[in-house]
C-alpha cells in the first residue's frame, strides 16, 4: 500500500484554519517579559540621589538639624548655592518629586536579573520593589488594590506634610523632620502609583470595549465561511 493513502484525506477547497496562528502568537505574548533596564537603572539612581539629598542635606539645612560632632549643624554643600529658604524649598521639592519619580519608576517593573545589584545591594529599593508588589501584580483586583493604595498614601501624605509644617521654626530638633519626609515621600509615591494603575485599567477596558464589535463581528464571519 502506498504511503500516500495513509495520510488523511483532506478537503483542497476547504477555507483555511486561521485561529491556531493567533491562539499561538498569544501564547507567546502572554508570556512575563522582564522589566525595562532603563526605567529600574534610571529609577534607582533618582531614588538613591533624590532620598539623600532631600531626607538628610536639605532637611538638615531647613531645620537645623545637629547632625554634627557636639550637636552642632554643619552645614550642606548645598547651602552656599541655595541659602534663602524659598531656595532651599525650591530645592526639597526637586529633590523629593526625583524620590517620589524613583519610587513609581523601581516598583512598577518586573524583576529583571540585570539589574540584580539594584535588589541586591540597597535595602530600600528591595523594600520599594516588595511592597509595590501587589499594585503591580493586580488584575482582576486592580481597582480595590489601588484604591488602598489610594486611601494609604493618602494618610500617609498628609500626615507627613502636616509634620513638615508644623515642625519648621522649631529648635532642638532631632529625626522628626526626616521621618516626617519620608513619610511624605513614601505616601506620595503611593497616590501617584495608585493613579497609574487606575488610568491603565480604564484604557484597558475601553480597549476591551472596543474590541469586543470587532471580535464578534469576525467570529459571525469565520462561521459564515
Known amino acids: 500500500m502506498p504511503a500516500d493513502l495513509d495520510a488523511p484525506l483532506q478537503n483542497p477547497y476547504a477555507s483555511p484554519q486561521v485561529c491556531e496562528t ?4 498569544q501564547l507567546q505574548q502572554e508570556k512575563p517579559q522582564p522589566g525595562s533596564l532603563a526605567l529600574i537603572l ?15 542635606f536639605v532637611i538638615g539645612d531647613l531645620y537645623h538639624l545637629a547632625f554634627g560632632p557636639d550637636n552642632q549643624h554643619i552645614a550642606s554643600p548645598f547651602a552656599a548655592l541655595f541659602s534663602s529658604p524659598a531656595q532651599e524649598w525650591g530645592l526639597y521639592c526637586l529633590c523629593a518629586g526625583a524620590t517620589i519619580a524613583g519610587c513609581v519608576m523601581f516598583g512598577s517593573q518586573r524583576y529583571n536579573p540585570l539589574a540584580i545589584v539594584c535588589y541586591m545591594m540597597c535595602p530600600i529599593a528591595s523594600l520599594i520593589f516588595l511592597v509595590a508588589a501587589p499594585l503591580r501584580l493586580a488584575r482582576k483586583t486592580a481597582l480595590p488594590v489601588a484604591a488602598i493604595y489610594l486611601a494609604v498614601g ?7 506634610i502636616t509634620q513638615l509644617v508644623s515642625l519648621y521654626g522649631r529648635p532642638n530638633l ?8 519620608m513619610m511624605a515621600e513614601v505616601g506620595l509615591a503611593f497616590v501617584v502609583g495608585a493613579i497609574l494603575k487606575l488610568s491603565r485599567c480604564d484604557d484597558a477596558s475601553e480597549a476591551v470595549v472596543v474590541a469586543a464589535p470587532a471580535s464578534t463581528g469576525l467570529t459571525g464571519a469565520a462561521v459564515q465561511l
Do not use: K, Q, V
Not at 493567533?22 to 502568537?25: D, G, I, L, S, T
Open 42 to 56: 534610571g529609577g534607582f539612581f533618582m531614588l538613591l540621589i533624590g532620598y539623600l539629598t532631600s531626607n538628610l
Open 174 to 181: 532631632n529625626f522628626e523632620p526626616p521621618l516626617a519626609s
Open 154 to 160: 493618602g494618610c500617609l501624605a498628609g500626615t507627613g
Open 22 to 25: 493567533p491562539h499561538r502568537a
